[in-house]
T-cell receptor, first 114, second 115 residues
Framework: DSGVTQTPKHLITATGQRVTLRCSPRSGDLSVYWYQQSLDQGLQFLIQYYNGEERAKGNILERFSAQQFPDLHSELNLSSLELGDSALYFC?????????????FGPGTRLTVL | AQSVAQPEDQVNVAEGNPLTVKCTYSVSGNPYLFWYVQYPNRGLQFLLKYITGDNLVKGSYGFEAEFNKSQTSFHLKKPSALVSDSALYFCAVREPSGGSYIPTFGRGTSLIVHP
C-alpha cells in the first residue's frame, strides 16, 4: 500500500458526460501528479500540482481540468467524455516534486466511457 | 529532451534463472533513473532509483539495477526469478536541471516467469 488513495475505483459513464476523480496523497506529500494509462498510449503525464499551485502540464486535453485543495487532496475533472477517454487514471504523490523525488502511485481509477 | 526506451515488449524467463529487463535513456545532463513494477489492476510500485553514487542500486524484492553512463543504460536485474515477479515493469528518467522534473516513462516490459 503506497499511502495514496483514489476514488472511485471504477467508473462507467456515457459519452458527453462529466466525471470527477479524487486523489488523496501520502501524508506529508505536497506534490500530486495525474497520469492516464491506456494500451495504445502507455503512461501519459497529464498535470502536476505542488502545494495547491499548478506546476507542470503535460498532454492534458482542454476538456480535462484539475485542482489541488488546501488539504492537498486533488481532483481531476473530465468533461464531454469521448470513447477514447476510457483508460486507467493514476494519481501519484511525492514530497516536494523535485527531480530526485520518488513518486508513489495510487491504485488508479478505471474509467469506461460507453 | 529526455527519453527512455524499453526495447523488449516481453521477457520470458524460467523460475530460478536470472532475469534482466532492459532500459536505455537519453538526457542532456546527468539522469535520475527509476524502476517501477505494475501488477494487474494495480498502481505502479516503486522498486529502486539511481540519483548519484554507486552504479549498482539495490531495491525492493531482491531487484537491482546497474547504471552504465557510457551505454546510457539502466537495466533491471534479479539473480533468481520467481513466478510472482511476473508483472509489467516501467523504467523512467528525469533530468535534474532545467526542466519541470516530470519523469518520462518507458512503454513497459511484460515479464513472464515460467514455473
Amino acid at each position: 500500500d503506497s499511502g495514496v488513495t483514489q476514488t472511485p475505483k471504477h467508473l462507467i459513464t456515457a459519452t458527453g458526460q462529466r466525471v470527477t476523480l479524487r486523489c488523496s496523497p501520502r501524508s506529508g506529500d505536497l506534490s500530486v501528479y495525474w497520469y492516464q494509462q491506456s494500451l495504445d498510449q502507455g503512461l501519459q503525464f497529464l498535470i502536476q500540482y505542488y502545494n495547491g499551485e499548478e506546476r507542470a502540464k503535460g498532454n492534458i486535453l482542454e476538456r480535462f481540468s484539475a485542482q489541488q485543495f488546501p488539504d492537498l487532496h486533488s481532483e481531476l475533472n473530465l468533461s464531454s467524455l469521448e470513447l477514447g477517454d476510457s483508460a486507467l487514471y493514476f494519481c501519484a504523490s511525492s514530497v516536494e516534486g523535485s527531480a530526485a523525488d520518488t513518486q508513489y502511485f495510487g491504485p488508479g481509477t478505471r474509467l469506461t466511457v460507453l | 529532451a529526455q527519453s527512455v526506451a524499453q526495447p523488449e515488449d516481453q521477457v520470458n524467463v524460467a523460475e530460478g534463472n536470472p532475469l534482466t529487463v532492459k532500459c536505455t535513456y537519453s538526457v542532456s545532463g546527468n539522469p535520475y533513473l527509476f524502476w517501477y513494477v505494475q501488477y494487474p489492476n494495480r498502481g505502479l510500485q516503486f522498486l529502486l532509483k539511481y540519483i548519484t553514487g554507486d552504479n549498482l542500486v539495490k531495491g525492493s524484492y531482491g531487484f537491482e539495477a546497474e547504471f552504465n553512463k557510457s551505454q546510457t543504460s539502466f537495466h533491471l536485474k534479479k539473480p533468481s526469478a520467481l513466478v510472482s515477479d511476473s508483472a509489467l515493469y516501467f523504467c523512467a528518467v528525469r533530468e535534474p536541471s532545467g526542466g519541470s522534473y516530470i519523469p518520462t516513462f518507458g512503454r513497459g516490459t511484460s515479464l513472464i516467469v515460467h514455473p
